[in-house]
């Protein structure tokens, strides 16, 4: 079975500022799907960033990278320039490829961000 | 990108009565809707996959008699939680996946908080 493990309960930035969040997850898959999702105090969920595994180049979406490291099983998020905005809960997902539409997310337990003015 | 709703955003129904929250996916067809409970600051909770059409699979723990989920339509997923007691009451998220083409994109509505009492 697949985990997703987010070790960080709760981080603090500075405004303008660059932070990391960590994610790590098991599994037996060689292809899948990797996800930051964005959960602001509207509570809607909001994917920030997606990565496929058989790419090695590390995905970017404007202030949003990531740090693939398909050996060690880790995807950790950066947030560069941090927004009063980005002050959210952060979700890492894992998703297998095999099996299409009707595979689920696994969901990592969330790190709570709040970004300080 | 792809709309997901929910109705209703909020509500509060009486100890023993049943409440239904419903799921559309206004501008694709979702071949494949998701629901989740949410309690506060936690991650979200699958409860089961619906696929349009035929019965939902349940994740286990989640009684199936209790919260009885149709999929009666390529744009529409009910949830009713029957007999409702407080120990129900919590944030529910639906989420719509579309066809292959877009089999790794899920979509959440904005969710329903239900309170019980």
């Known amino acids: 079975a697949q985990t997703v493990t987010q070790s960080q309960p709760e981080m603090s930035v500075q405004e303008a500022e660059t932070v990391t969040l960590s994610c790590t997850y098991d599994t037996s898959e060689s292809n899948y799907y990797l996800f930051w999702y964005k959960q602001p105090p509207s509570r809607q969920m909001i994917l920030v960033i997606r990565?496929?595994?058989?790419?090695?180049q590390n995905a970017t979406e404007n202030r949003f990278s990531v740090n693939f490291q398909k050996a060690a099983k880790s995807f950790s998020l950066k947030i560069s320039d941090s927004q009063l905005g980005d002050t959210a809960m952060y979700f890492c997902a894992f998703m297998r490829v095999i099996g299409g539409a009707t595979n689920k997310l696994i969901f990592g337990t969330g790190t709570l961000l709040a970004v300080q003015p | 990108g792809a709309v997901v709703s929910q109705h209703p955003s909020r509500v509060i129904c009486k100890s023993g009565t049943s409440v239904k929250i419903e799921c559309r996916s206004l501008?694709?067809?979702?071949?494949?809707m998701f629901w989740y409970r949410q309690f506060p600051k936690k991650s979200l909770m699958l409860m089961a996959t619906s696929n349009e059409g035929s019965k939902a699979t349940y994740e286990q723990g989640v009684e199936k008699d209790k919260f009885l989920i149709n999929h009666a339509s390529l744009t529409l997923s009910t949830l009713t939680v029957t007999s409702a007691h407080p120990e129900d009451s919590s944030f529910y998220i639906c989420?719509?996946?579309?066809?292959?083409?877009?089999?790794?994109?899920?979509?959440f509505g904005p969710g329903t908080r239900l309170t019980v009492t």
């Open positions: 989420s719509a996946r579309g066809g292959w083409e877009r089999s790794y994109e899920q979509y």
């Open positions: 990565q496929e595994a058989y790419k090695q």
């Open positions: 501008d694709f067809q979702a071949t494949t």
